[in-house]
């Protein structure tokens, strides 16, 4: 990855390689939502390169932690999501075999 | 003054939007020639002047989020996720597609193909036909890795049609797994030295641990693969690798996965009388129905929104004023349709896993 770094660290665009928009949007929604992100946008330089440039612009703290912090939320929503799924999974197939066993 | 006072509505409770403008944030409104407010509003100060936070907090999302499976099968599953955003259920659609691994074939070797169907045409067929093999058990196949037991998995298929017979026809129950690896030999350059076959495996695949209880093997047995004529033969091994849907579509591990946000059908206005019944009939997916409601008076319900296919009809002509049609924001019905490698639901989990994945190398790579 590299990290267009510039004087002032509010302001920063960050190029990852081997991404695309599932990263990249996923991330957008999330620094977008964060309150300390005053600007935030992606975009594919060219559809046959994978390379998306993420710009981060924040209202004082430095643009890379707060990414940072973006992609670790993201983790935990989905560690959520996936706990979430799961139980009801479980719980659908327990109640689906507690009425198999009732209807036979 | 005034301008404060278009900012400080009395009658609406600090740190909520008012109604109009709420409906707007958590629907898409469906209108007869296109819909409106489809944009999510992201940016979390968007309704800072009424005071209103528009900001994610993990812990909101944590109390919020939901899950309901409403279908589960053996390969299929429905369910509504609830209380999340495009954004993240399109970054596990996409996921499921492309880059969930399945194990496919990616290498054929022909000894003998007197078939009408070239070997290409073949080949490619062969790398279609679904896997019963956990993707998981194995490691992908690098350009400089010798194929082995852990990245490899080879089939043999050996048909012939007699001849002075019908015709014959070849289907998937044809390929037969070669768990101790590939039969057939290199051609080597020097004479003298023992001949190696195209894999190395170091022990047979049915004795490793995580695999014997499961043999490998074609998921569906009746594919029809091609037709010999009389006397026609095809001999070939066929090299079966793990791989992500990316590369080829041959990997994807579902048929197709999707989702469609919720639809909301609303009766803004009673519908009465003769109306009501020519709005139940004008639903193609009976959505509506018509209630007594005493005094041989009749009423339309909605009764079926979820069926609701957003077709429109309902609000093309006459009584479009009754009706809004909506969808809800953040509420998905996802469905999975597994090619069979895995079941749709532990292809759900493993899709979120690399999600994760990709947010950690990334991190590792921000320090
Ligand atoms: S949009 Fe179509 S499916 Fe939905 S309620 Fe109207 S007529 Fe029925």
């Given at each position: 990855m590299e990290h267009g770094s510039l004087t002032d660290s509010k302001n920063s665009t960050f190029c990852l390689m081997d991404e695309d928009h599932t990263l990249a949007n996923s991330v957008r929604f999330l620094l977008n939502k964060d309150p300390r992100v005053e600007f935030c946008g992606y975009s594919?330089?060219?559809?046959?390169?994978?390379?998306?440039?993420?710009?981060?612009?924040?209202?004082?703290?430095?643009?890379?932690?707060?990414?940072?912090e973006s992609f670790q939320d993201l983790i935990f929503l989905c560690q959520h999501v996936r706990s979430t799924f799961e139980k009801s999974v479980a719980d659908f197939k327990s109640t689906q075999s507690r009425q198999e066993m009732n209807g036979a | 003054m005034s301008e404060t006072a278009s900012l400080n509505m009395q009658d609406i409770p600090q740190g909520q939007l008012p109604e109009h403008i709420e409906l707007q944030r958590a629907r898409v409104f469906c209108k007869a020639d296109a819909p409106v407010h489809t944009e999510d509003v992201?940016?979390?100060?968007?309704?800072?002047?009424?005071?209103?936070?528009?900001?994610?907090?993990?812990?909101?999302?944590?109390?919020?989020?939901?899950?309901?499976?409403?279908?589960?099968?053996?390969?299929?599953?429905?369910?509504?996720?609830?209380?999340?955003?495009?954004?993240?259920?399109n970054a596990f659609r996409r996921i499921l597609i492309a880059e969930v691994p399945t194990m496919a074939i990616e290498k054929v070797l022909i000894v003998n193909n007197t078939s009408v169907m070239a070997d290409e045409i073949l080949s490619h067929r062969l790398?279609?036909?679904?896997?019963?093999?956990?993707?998981?058990?194995?490691?992908?196949?690098?350009?400089?890795?010798?194929?082995?037991?852990?990245?490899?998995?080879?089939?043999?298929?050996?048909?012939?049609?007699?001849?002075?017979?019908?015709?014959?026809?070849?289907?998937?129950?044809?390929?037969?797994?070669?768990?101790?690896?590939?039969?057939?030999?290199?051609?080597?350059?020097?004479?003298?030295?023992k001949p190696r076959s195209f894999t190395s495996?170091?022990?047979?695949?049915?004795?490793?641990?995580?695999?014997?209880?499961?043999?490998?093997?074609m998921k569906h047995l009746d594919i029809i693969i091609t037709q010999l004529g009389p006397g026609q033969s095809i001999e070939l091994e066929a090299h079966a690798v793990k791989g992500t849907g990316k590369v080829h579509a041959k990997w994807s591990p579902v048929g197709t996965t999707w989702y469609r946000m919720l639809p909301e059908v609303k009766l803004l206005k009673e519908v009465r009388g003769n109306d009501a019944e020519k709005l139940v009939k004008k639903c193609p997916r009976k959505v509506?129905?018509?209630?007594?409601?005493?005094?041989?008076?009749?009423?339309?319900?909605?009764?079926?929104?979820?069926?609701?296919?957003?077709?429109?009809?309902?609000?093309?002509?006459?009584?479009?004023?009754?009706?809004?049609?909506?969808?809800?924001?953040?509420?998905?019905?996802?469905?999975?349709?597994?090619t069979g490698a895995l079941p749709a639901e532990v292809l759900f989990t493993e899709a979120v896993k690399i999600l994760e994945e990709k947010c950690e190398r990334v991190i590792s790579e921000l320090s």
């Open positions: 594919i330089p060219h559809p046959s390169e994978n390379k998306v440039n993420i710009r981060v612009q924040t209202t004082g703290d430095s643009a890379k932690d707060v990414l940072k | 992201e940016y979390s100060g968007a309704y800072a002047a009424v005071g209103f936070d528009n900001s994610l907090q993990v812990d909101d999302f944590r109390r919020d989020f939901r899950v309901e499976i409403k279908n589960l099968s053996m390969d299929d599953i429905e369910f509504d996720m609830i209380g999340i955003d495009a954004s993240l259920a790398g279609l036909l679904p896997i019963e093999a956990d993707p998981r058990l194995f490691d992908f196949l690098s350009e400089n890795d010798t194929p082995n037991e852990r990245n490899t998995i080879v089939f043999k298929m050996e048909v012939h049609c007699k001849k002075r017979g019908p015709r014959l026809t070849v289907k998937s129950d044809q390929l037969k797994w070669l768990p101790n690896g590939s039969e057939l030999l290199m051609e080597s350059p020097n004479p003298s030295t495996f170091s022990c047979s695949q049915a004795s490793l641990p995580q695999i014997s209880g499961r043999p490998i093997g509506f129905d018509v209630e007594d409601v005493g005094h041989a008076m009749k009423k339309a319900v909605v009764s079926r929104p979820r069926d609701c296919t957003l077709c429109r009809e309902c609000i093309s002509g006459a009584g479009e004023e009754n009706i809004a049609l909506r969808r809800v924001r953040d509420h998905f019905i996802f469905t999975v349709e597994s």
